[in-house]
């Protein structure tokens, strides 16, 4: 069964940089596409990236508007990890941001798709 587990998240004043990395364990995530959610208080829990496995078009990725040109979500199968690079960070980015894995290589939006998921981290983005 495959586990994962998210860290790197924390307190970062606005315009600061925090890169989430998320290990996953169990099995490999060669055939999985991948995300990253998050979850402010009182909001839904929305996709902010996701990456798609490299074996289905080489690797898509998608960016929900407000974070585009400033998160980077990337994958390192040998080592079975998922990051999200976070730039320019704003406090409207203030939420528990989760690791999650599809069971096939295609990415989808929604989180119903997603089957296995991490605990989530905390990320706090101060003005």
């Known amino acids: 069964q495959l586990q994962l587990r998210e860290s790197g998240g924390g307190l970062v004043q606005a315009g600061g940089s925090l890169r989430l990395s998320c290990a996953a364990s169990g099995r490999t995530i060669n055939d999985n596409a991948m995300g990253w959610f998050r979850q402010a208080p009182g909001k839904e829990r929305e996709l902010v990236a996701a990456?798609?496995?490299?074996?289905?078009?080489?690797?898509?990725?998608y960016y929900v508007d407000s974070v585009k040109g400033r998160f980077t979500i990337t994958r390192d199968d040998a080592k079975n990890q998922l990051y999200l690079q976070m730039d320019s960070l704003k406090p409207e980015d203030t939420a528990v941001y989760y690791c999650?894995?599809?069971?096939?290589?295609?990415?989808?939006?929604?989180?119903?798709?997603?089957?296995?998921w991490g605990q989530g981290t905390q990320v706090t983005v101060s003005s």
């Open positions: 999650a894995a599809r069971p096939v290589r295609s990415m989808m939006v929604a989180e119903q798709y997603y089957d296995a």
């Open positions: 990456i798609s496995g490299l074996g289905y078009l080489g690797g898509v990725t």
